[in-house]
T-cell receptor
């Protein structure tokens, strides 16, 4: 069952611009993770943010988490053509030992 | 190199012919999982395993079997494949249960059932 939903479904920007992707979820979470997938390849983990954290950075990536709005955003600054990929959020529910649930992803195209 | 290895990368088969997709990880991870990815449906979990001899159903387990006899291996078995199992399959592993630590994914197996 889907928990996180990314928005927009697709995003096209010029190289050098910033890209922002959003993720909304429905139930309370333990943590939220972002992954990248290059076409047809396996997903690669980018960042994990815990429910008691509000912001996290990794290189050109900035992730925010607003648990009151049940939403997260992934910002990629100064985008490059190599950032072209699909980006997925995945949530770990707060209750029980249920596994991660992935959203359907945002397809980002960075045009050189 | 730390990795999750799936084989084969591509597989074309016919309805009803049993097949196995292998998955192996060399990171001593406790948790392993299988997903299928379909256009418009995203990534859906088939089965997962918290540890050796412990497997549980995910969201779409029908038509699949798994086993976890050794920590490093988690094969996916399709006893009688059908065309609706045509999909891109991913194996993943993590140190702890997948909810609390990052998942490491294999490169995928593209299965076509005719």
């Amino acid at each position: 069952s889907q928990q996180g939903e990314e928005d927009p479904q697709a995003l096209s920007i010029q190289e050098g611009e910033n890209a922002t992707m959003n993720c909304s979820y429905k139930t309370s979470i333990n943590n939220l993770q972002w992954y990248r997938q290059n076409s047809g390849r396996g997903l690669v983990h980018l960042i994990l943010i815990r429910s008691n954290e509000r912001e996290k950075h990794s290189g050109r990536l900035r992730v925010t988490l607003d648990t009151s709005k049940k939403s997260s955003s992934l910002l990629i600054t100064a985008s490059r053509a190599a950032d072209t990929a699909s980006y997925f959020c995945a949530t770990a529910r707060n209750s029980g030992n249920t596994p991660l649930v992935f959203g359907k992803g945002t397809r980002l195209s960075v045009i050189a | 190199e730390a990795q999750v290895t799936q084989n084969p990368r591509y597989l074309i088969t016919v309805t009803g012919k049993k097949l196995t997709v292998t998955c192996s990880q060399n990171m001593n991870h406790e948790y392993m999982s299988w997903y299928r990815q379909d256009p418009g449906l995203g990534l859906r979990q088939i089965y997962y395993s918290m540890n050796v001899e412990a497997t549980d159903k995910g969201d779409v387990p029908e038509g699949y079997k798994v086993s976890r006899k050794e920590k490093r291996n988690f094969p996916l078995i399709l006893e009688s494949p059908s065309p609706n199992q045509t999909s891109l399959y991913f194996c993943a592993s993590s140190l702890l249960t997948g909810r609390n630590s990052p998942l490491h994914f294999g490169n995928g197996t593209r299965l076509t059932v005719t």
